[in-house]
Antibody, heavy 120, light 114 residues
Framework: EVQLVESGGGLVQPGGSLRLSCAASGFTFSSYAMSWVRQAPGKGLEWVSAISGSGGSTYYADSVKGRFTISRDNSKNTLYLQMNSLRAEDTAVFYC?????????????WGKGTTVTVSS | DIVMTQSPDSLAVSLGERATINCKSSQSVLYSSNNKNYLAWYQQKPGQPPKLLIYWASTRESGVPVRFSGSGSGTDFTLTISSLQAEDVGVYYCQQYYSTPPNTFGQGTRLEIK
């Protein structure tokens, strides 16, 4: 069964850091681009970041550029999101999602999400 | 970036009736070289992650009931639920992947039972 399981969320003060992880199973992880998508409380979906299968190409939303870093360890089938200089507006459920192909097209598998709360 | 705008923001439909959700992109998402529209639809039920319903604007994902269909081309798209069931309640999002990244989503349409 194809599965994505996020972890690492929690409560952090403004200006703080967190690292999210997404453990993948049931598919050849290195063959697929991956992404992080977030959803603020009561709001819609916001694409945050994406990474190619090899990890050689990374992309960010303007709202997180320079603060967040996406990476992956294909030997561990794990995707990461390092989040620094966190702000209150980063409070959201963060979903890990798999793209259907090597390209950055549509996302066919989603994790259940991990909650990040930025508050003092 | 391509902006996706959905209408309406919310919709109440009686069980068994047709539900129609619209999505408009700020520029065409039709790629002329392959004649494909780079648009997907997702369903998000309360407390759950999004689920892929439709891709290439009209291709139903495996396991998605046939009452769900997608149509449209260029900048204007529609998701239709032909006969609304109780389990279809949730929020529906369109997403373009023509100019990507970023993959931009519409703001969502909340579907309820009348």
């Amino acid at each position: 069964e194809v599965q994505l399981v996020e972890s690492g969320g929690g409560l952090v003060q403004p200006g703080g850091s967190l690292r999210l992880s997404c453990a993948a199973s049931g598919f050849t992880f290195s063959s697929y681009a991956m992404s992080w998508v977030r959803q603020a409380p009561g709001k819609g979906l916001e694409w945050v970041s994406a990474i190619s299968g090899s990890g050689g190409s990374t992309y960010y939303a303007d709202s997180v550029k320079g603060r967040f870093t996406i990476s992956r360890d294909n030997s561990k089938n794990t995707l990461y999101l390092q989040m620094n200089s966190l702000r209150a507006e980063d409070t959201a459920v963060f979903y890990c999602a798999k793209y259907r192909s090597t390209g950055f097209y549509y996302m066919d598998v989603w994790g259940k999400g991990t909650t990040v709360t930025v508050s003092s | 970036d391509i902006v996706m705008t959905q209408s309406p923001d919310s919709l109440a439909v009686s069980l068994g009736e047709r539900a129609t959700i619209n999505c408009k992109s700020s520029q065409s998402v039709l790629y002329s070289s392959n004649n494909k529209n780079y648009l997907a639809w997702y369903q998000q039920k309360p407390g759950q992650p999004p689920k892929l319903l439709i891709y290439w604007a009209s291709t139903r994902e495996s396991g998605v009931p046939v009452r769900f269909s997608g149509s449209g081309s260029g900048t204007d798209f529609t998701l239709t639920i032909s006969s609304l069931q109780a389990e279809d309640v949730g929020v529906y999002y369109c997403q373009q992947y023509y100019s990507t990244p970023p993959n931009t989503f519409g703001q969502g349409t909340r579907l309820e039972i009348k």
